[in-house]
Each structure stands twice: as structure tokens, then as C-alpha cells.
């Protein structure tokens, strides 16, 4: 891969509106992506592979659990930092950003929010070191967009849980020492259940030959007969809106980190198109090449604001499940398009390994599908604005 010359754009100056301590989270991930992922991400995803030797440094950037409290082994910060650090860390690889996603919101929040005490004190910190690492598991092979019709279970046996079932498509299942798995009691109800790798019962096959997020490691999780001790029950939150609350965590970093792929895949191009001759001058100096470009700096900065807005009424508590689907739809959305432009402008360079445009793409096509595809969030929208369910 070429070197990363990377700037990012801020069109509106955002910048202004970001606090020193924003700009110092942002701009320590913005390095550490240019010395660590930039020089070997084109490497494993060509591999298919995990660089297992990041997980230690991105829990030095602070991407595990950015706003877990100090107490618990986290370092606080507000929801705009851990957006900022998605966004960094996404403009590498949303592969990356995948297991720092899941980590963070779908492993750590739901243990915070859900968790005993006891539980937080025992599995937090060391989450927030990457000592321990996690997954979570809502989907199943016949329950995707629909996940309350789950049919994994647990039956109580006295002194544990008895677990069976299946989930598909588990990021960071294949090397996850703990799972945060959610199944149906007797009675049909929806809890999460912290599955642990040693428990008797318990396998992680990977799923090989994805063209999509080939540096994220994804897997099946299956469970025969997994005796989970009681203790291992998420106590303080059951029924569907519990996964659905963590999925609304993930879905904002999501936000921001699509903003990541897609401001690298615009920055490349634009240096491409001045760099590049054709017909005796720089493809940037012609009106179709140029209104590419416009529109692709027009839809980023829109979308930096959808997220930056999006964050302070997180921070104030008041952001809605609907408005972060939003802005997950519209920001995947928008880093998708300009990944297809952006591959165009560099023509036939830009389905090589040479430059970072066609990863993001393909990666991109995963983004758009997890954490609800981008149908759901419309449909999401429409409940919200027309108070009519066209789900079901
Ligand atoms: P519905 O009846 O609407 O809701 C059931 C209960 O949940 C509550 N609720 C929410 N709570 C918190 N946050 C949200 N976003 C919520 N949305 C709904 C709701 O109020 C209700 O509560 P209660 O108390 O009345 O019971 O549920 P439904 O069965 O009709 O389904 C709604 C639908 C389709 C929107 C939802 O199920 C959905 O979002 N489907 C998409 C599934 C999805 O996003 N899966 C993601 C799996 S994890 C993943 O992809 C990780 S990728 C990781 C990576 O690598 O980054
Ligand atoms: P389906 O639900 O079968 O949908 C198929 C199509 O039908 C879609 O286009 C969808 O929009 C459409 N559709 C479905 N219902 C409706 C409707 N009511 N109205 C209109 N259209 C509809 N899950 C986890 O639990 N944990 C993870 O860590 C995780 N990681 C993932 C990593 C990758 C790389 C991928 C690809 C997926 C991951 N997922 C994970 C699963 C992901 O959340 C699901 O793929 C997603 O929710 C969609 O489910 P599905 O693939 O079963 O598609």
C-alpha cells in the first residue's frame, strides 16, 4: 500500500466546536492509525486476518469502552470522544473499528448498564485493557432483522442455566474469551447471559470466505448443553430493548466511524485527481471529475454535523433509538457512495491493494447490513414520524 498521506477534511471548520481534550483523543487515534493500521491493514485483509497485536494498542488509545467510568477501568470521556476515536480508527479499517464497536458497546455497556456489581468489578477492567476480549450474540441463522423471534434458550436447572442454540455472523467470535449471548428463559423472555470460553459446550467455528471486512474475524457461536452458572445472568435489564439498548451505543459509533472510511476515500481521490494527467492536464481539472469531488466534501460535512449534533444530545441524554438510526443509515449510506465515486476517479488503481478506496468499499457493504440494515432504519424512521409500524 502507498504511503498514508492522509488530512482530513473539516469543510465547516468543526473543528471549533471540538474541546482541547476532543482534538487530544482524536488527533493521538489519528496517529496512531497512520503508524499502526495504515502500514499492514491491506496485508490482512488480503489474509483474511485479525492483527491480533493491535488489540493491546487500542486499548491504549482508549477505543474499549471510551465512556466507561473511571471506577470500572475506563476513562470516562464523553460520547464525542468515543465517536471521534470510531471515526479515526474507521478511516484505517472498519474492520477495526468492528472489534473496538463491539468491545465497547455490545460488551462492556451492556455489562455496565445490566451488569451486579460484582460482574462490572470482575469482567470491566480488564475489558478495558483488552486483556479479556468479547462478543455479542443477537443474530441467528433464521433471525436476522427480526431478533425477538430468537429461539436460543436456557432452562433453569437449580444451581445453573442450561443454554442451547446458535448465533451467526458473530464479530470477533473466533478469538472472544467471553460472549455476551442473548437467549429466552421458560417463559419466552429475552436475557444476556455472560458465556465464557472455557464452559463445556461452548464453540466458535469462523466463517471464512467473506469478500467484506477480511481483517475483522466473524464467527458462529453454538451452544450444547452449556451449564452457565446463575451469577452469569445480566440481572438489571430483560426483554428485547435490552440488546436493542447496546445496539443503540454501537449504531452511534457506527455513525461516526462511517464518516472515517469515507473522509480517506474522498482525501485520496482528490489528491489522485491532481496528481493524475489525462489529456495533457490533471482529471481534477475537468467539470465531471470536480463534481464528484463537490458533492462527496458537500455529503461528509453534512454528515459530520448530523454526528456532532448527534453526540451533544447524547452527552445531554437526550438522543433518541430513532435519531441514532438516522444517522447510522444516512452516514453508511453517504460513506458507501462516495467509496463507489472515489474508486471511480482513481480508474483502474483503484480496485488495487495500492490504495484503500476498494477495502473501504467492500467493508462498507457489511456496515450497511449490521446493526440493522439500512431497510430497517427506514422503517425505523417511518414508525417514528408516521406512528405506523410497516415492520410486520
Ligand atoms: P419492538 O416491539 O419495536 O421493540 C421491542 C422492545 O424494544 C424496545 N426498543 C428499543 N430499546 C432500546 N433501543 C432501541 N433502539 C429500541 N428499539 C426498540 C421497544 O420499546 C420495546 O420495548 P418494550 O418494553 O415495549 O418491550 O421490536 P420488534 O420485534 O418489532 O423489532 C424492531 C426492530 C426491527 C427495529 C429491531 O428488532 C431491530 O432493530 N432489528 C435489527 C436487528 C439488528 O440491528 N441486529 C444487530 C445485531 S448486532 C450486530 O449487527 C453487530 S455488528 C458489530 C460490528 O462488528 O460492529
Ligand atoms: P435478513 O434479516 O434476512 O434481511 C434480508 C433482507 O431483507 C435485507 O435487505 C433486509 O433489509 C430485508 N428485510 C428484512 N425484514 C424486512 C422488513 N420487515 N421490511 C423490509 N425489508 C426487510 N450480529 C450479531 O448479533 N453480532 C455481531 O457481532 C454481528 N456481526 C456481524 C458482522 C458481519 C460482517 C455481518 C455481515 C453481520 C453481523 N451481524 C452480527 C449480523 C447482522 O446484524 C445481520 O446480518 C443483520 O441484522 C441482518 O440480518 P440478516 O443478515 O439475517 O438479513
Not at 499502526?36 to 491480533?52: D, L, V
Not at 470460553?197 to 464453540?203: D, L, S
Request: aromatic share 8%.
Amino acid at each position: 500500500m502507498k504511503p498514508d498521506l492522509f488530512e482530513a477534511p473539516d469543510y465547516y471548520c468543526l473543528d471549533d466546536l471540538l474541546t482541547d481534550e476532543h482534538k487530544l483523543i482524536r488527533d493521538s487515534a489519528r496517529d496512531w492509525v497512520k503508524k499502526s493500521i495504515s502500514p499492514i491493514i491491506e496485508e490482512y485483509a488480503q489474509k483474511a486476518e485479525f492483527p491480533n497485536h493491535v488489540i493491546k494498542e487500542l486499548a491504549d488509545v482508549g477505543a474499549f469502552g471510551p465512556y466507561i467510568p473511571e471506577k470500572y477501568g475506563g476513562p470516562g470521556l464523553d460520547n464525542i470522544s468515543y465517536g471521534l476515536i470510531m471515526q479515526e480508527i474507521e478511516r484505517g479499517d472498519s474492520g477495526i473499528r468492528s472489534t473496538a464497536s463491539v468491545q465497547s458497546s455490545l460488551v462492556m455497556y451492556p455489562i455496565w448498564k445490566y451488569g451486579s456489581e460484582e460482574q462490572k468489578m470482575r469482567f470491566l477492567p480488564r475489558l478495558a485493557t483488552g486483556e479479556l476480549m468479547g462478543c455479542f450474540g443477537l443474530t441467528e441463522p433464521d433471525h436476522g432483522s427480526n431478533p425477538g423471534g430468537m429461539t436460543t434458550n436456557f432452562k433453569d436447572k437449580g444451581d445453573h442455566f442450561l443454554l442451547n442454540g446458535a448465533k451467526l455472523w458473530i464479530s470477533n467470535a473466533p478469538f472472544a474469551d467471553i460472549a455476551i449471548v442473548w437467549a429466552k428463559n421458560e417463559e419466552g423472555r429475552i436475557h444476556g447471559l455472560i458465556v465464557e470460553r472455557e464452559m463445556e459446550g461452548f464453540t466458535t467455528p469462523e466463517t471464512h470466505n467473506k469478500w467484506s471486512l477480511r481483517a475483522s474475524s466473524t464467527g458462529e457461536l453454538i451452544f450444547t448443553d452449556v451449564k452457565v452458572p446463575k451469577e452469569n445472568l445480566l440481572p438489571n435489564k430483560s426483554g428485547l430493548g435490552a440488546p436493542l439498548g447496546c445496539l443503540d451505543s454501537a449504531r452511534f459509533g457506527i455513525a461516526w466511524g462511517a464518516i472515517g472510511a469515507a473522509m480517506d476515500c474522498y482525501d485520496t481521490a482528490l489528491r489522485y485527481s491532481k496528481e493524475r494527467v489525462q489529456f495533457g492536464r490533471p482529471i481534477g481539472g475537468f467539470q465531471l471529475q470536480q463534481k464528484k469531488l463537490a458533492e462527496m466534501i458537500t455529503e461528509i460535512t453534512k454528515a459530520q454535523l448530523l454526528a456532532w449534533r448527534l453526540g451533544t444530545l447524547k452527552n445531554e441524554g437526550k438522543a433518541t433509538s430513532a435519531q441514532i438510526s438516522m444517522a447510522k443509515r444516512n452516514n453508511v449510506e453517504m460513506a458507501i457512495k462516495i467509496a463507489r465515486e472515489a474508486r471511480q476517479i482513481l480508474g483502474g488503481m483503484g480496485i488495487t491493494g495500492d490504495y484503500s478506496i476498494m477495502r473501504h468499499m467492500m467493508n462498507l457493504e457489511s456496515v450497511v447490513t449490521y446493526e440493522g440494515t439500512h431497510d430497517i432504519h427506514l422503517l425505523i424512521t417511518g414508525l417514528d414520524i408516521t406512528g405506523l409500524n410497516a415492520f410486520k
